[in-house]
Every structure is written in structure tokens, then in C-alpha cells.
């Protein structure tokens, strides 16, 4: 069994930065990837950025060169690091975790656990 829980978010305003962390609990060392999420009101979840089992990340293209993923293996945490952030980013970020081989980066469908999110609004 897997725990996944978010912390981090908050309000700030247009430029500003913020690092969302991740807190996994379980057994995680098996997990082809570790991503992250977001939902904005009426909009479907999207992926922002994701880490495999190697090590290697993917970004959305809205994100590239703002966020970085990582993690802290001693520490079992995800991290998201946000700058430049832009009103459009304002939405719930959750992490997720994908045991499923062959799966891919950033198909909600593929990732079994989900935290229960953080907000993140930025302001204009």
C-alpha cells in the first residue's frame, strides 16, 4: 500500500515561485514513474512533470523551463519546483505514483495512487 501526501501550496502572485512537496509512504522503490498533476475548475487533469524508475523527467510543454521535478530517495519525497508561475498555472496539484509497466508518462489512467492535493492559485 502506497501514501501519498501533498503539502506546499498556496497563493502568490504572477512570477512567484513555490515548491510542492511529496511525502510517499509505502513501498514506492518499484515505481516506473512518480508525477505530478494538475486539475483546474472544468478542466480535465493534465500532467505537468513525471520521473521514472532512471531517473529521467518529462515536462509539459507549458511548464518547460519554469518547473523542475525531484526526489529525495533517503527522504521518500517528490518535489516540484514552480517559478515564473503564471495565472494560467492556478489549479490543484496532486502527486501520483505508477506501478504499471509500459505505461505511460502522463496518462492519469496508468498512475494507481494519488495524494489528496494541494492548491495552487496564482494571482495576476
Known amino acids: 500500500q502506497v501514501q501519498l501526501v501533498e503539502s506546499g501550496g498556496g497563493s502568490v502572485q504572477s512570477g512567484g515561485s513555490l515548491r510542492l512537496s511529496c511525502a510517499a509512504f509505502?513501498?514506492?522503490?518499484?515505481?516506473?514513474?512518480m508525477g505530478w498533476f494538475r486539475q483546474a475548475p472544468g478542466k480535465e487533469r493534465e500532467g505537468v512533470a513525471a520521473?521514472?524508475?532512471?531517473?529521467?523527467?518529462n515536462y509539459a510543454d507549458s511548464v518547460k523551463g519554469r518547473f523542475t521535478i525531484s526526489q529525495d530517495d533517503a527522504k521518500n519525497t517528490l518535489y516540484l519546483q514552480m517559478n515564473s508561475l503564471k495565472p494560467e498555472d492556478t489549479a490543484m496539484y496532486y502527486c501520483?505514483?505508477?506501478?504499471?509497466?509500459?505505461?505511460?508518462?502522463?496518462?492519469?489512467?496508468?498512475?494507481?495512487?494519488w495524494g489528496q492535493g494541494t492548491q495552487v492559485t496564482v494571482s495576476s
Open positions: 520521473i521514472d524508475s532512471d531517473g529521467s523527467t
Open positions: 509505502g513501498y514506492t522503490d518499484n515505481s516506473y514513474y
Open positions: 501520483a505514483a505508477s506501478f504499471l509497466y509500459g505505461g505511460s508518462w502522463f496518462d492519469p489512467a496508468d498512475f494507481g495512487y
